[in-house]
């Protein structure tokens, strides 16, 4: 644990410079056990936009309870904030309602910053869920979450234009997912019947539970290949790849 004043402010310069956030002042910085950090910060912009009426207000009315989000790794460690977020008080509404202060840098309800959920998808290229859970010490519902919040699921098709060509597309990718979602299930059912034969075990021991963790993996897994395949993003390209290999 650091303990000496110098060593402490030296510490807290150099990860303001490292972390390079905005808006932020790095108050405290300590080690846990594990050795990870966790660097205590405050806010430095002033003011916020009222939920409600839209206008920038700058009345202070407390703090809100402090939040935990985890950042980048530095130097091979974990890196956690702790911020508690200012609250504001709109002085133009009707009962003044108040607004908390968000910070560009993450998003509301998100254990994680905007840096680290960035570097999780990128680790999910080429990589399944429980590849980026293990090799990134989180949590596999986390990494799903993540990719809930990134991903779409839906295509505007509207907006893509293209009238009966468009239409056709649409179509023609539409069976090509579908094809890839049987071809997982499939695997997926192998798998079940392998996992079984090697336990050897009693009906309905451990053989039931794989499976339904892998059903409820392959329907995620497909859900969002399928939103990209419409999409026609990169991740959708690499869908519609696939699809195109099994049909062979």
């Not at 009238?163 to 056709?168: A, H, I, K, L, P």
Request: hydrophobic residues 30%; neutral net charge; glycine residues 10%.
């Amino acid at each position: 644990m650091l303990d000496q004043a110098s060593d402490l402010q030296e510490l807290r310069k150099a990860f303001e410079h490292l972390l390079d956030l905005p808006d932020i002042h790095v108050e405290r910085v300590e080690q846990d056990r594990d050795g990870h950090y966790r660097v205590t910060v405050r806010s430095t912009q002033e003011g916020t936009q009222c939920h409600r009426c839209g206008q920038q207000i700058t009345q202070r009315y407390g703090q809100a309870p402090a939040i935990e989000l985890r950042h980048l790794p530095l130097f091979g460690k974990q890196v956690y904030f702790r911020i508690r977020p200012v609250r504001y008080q709109c002085p133009y509404c009707d009962q003044q309602p108040t607004t908390t202060q968000r910070l560009s840098w993450y998003s509301p309800k998100s254990p994680h910053t905007k840096a680290f959920e960035q570097a999780i998808l990128f680790a999910c290229i080429n990589s399944t869920v429980e590849e980026v859970s293990r090799k990134e010490a989180i949590g596999y519902e986390a990494v799903m979450g993540i990719l809930e919040r990134h991903l779409r699921k839906e295509v505007d098709w509207e907006a893509m234009g293209g009238g009966g060509s468009n239409r056709y597309r649409r179509n023609c990718l539409e069976k090509r997912a579908s094809k890839f979602c049987r071809n997982c299930h499939g695997s997926a059912r192998r798998a079940e019947r392998a996992a079984g034969g090697v336990e050897g075990s009693e009906e309905g021991d451990g053989e039931g539970l794989f499976f339904e963790h892998t059903q409820e993996d392959t329907q995620a897994h497909t859900g969002r290949v399928y939103g990209h395949v419409c999409g026609l993003s990169e991740c959708g390209e690499r869908g519609i790849r696939q699809a195109r290999a099994g049909s062979h």
